[in-house]
């Protein structure tokens, strides 16, 4: 069964390309192990970036590569359906 987070992010990303997008929050789709299989990242200025296992990166950044820590997550773990609600807007 796969697990769901939501993280806020209140630093900008320090990249030229995107530093001016504001901070923001993160989304994540996990396995059990903590392997992320979605990723979505909602900026300040409303951007947004979708991340899976078949679109991996774009210009401006990537699904990550390193398995979440799901004892750190723990405290932003949500529904999926309020993730799904977020992916699909």
Not at 59 to 76: A, I
Request: hydrophobic share 25%; proline share 2%; aromatic share 18%.
């Amino acid at each position: 069964m796969n697990r769901y987070f939501k993280r806020p992010w209140d630093e900008t990303t320090g990249d030229l390309s995107t530093d001016d997008w504001g901070s923001s929050v993160y989304y994540f789709e996990t396995d059990q192990t903590g392997d992320v299989l979605r990723q979505l990242e909602v900026f300040t200025n409303s951007r947004r970036l979708k991340y899976t296992t078949e679109y991996l990166q774009d210009e401006y950044g990537g699904l990550s590569e390193v398995p979440l820590d799901l004892d750190e997550f723990k405290e932003f773990e949500i529904s999926k359906d309020e993730f799904e609600k977020e992916w699909f807007q």
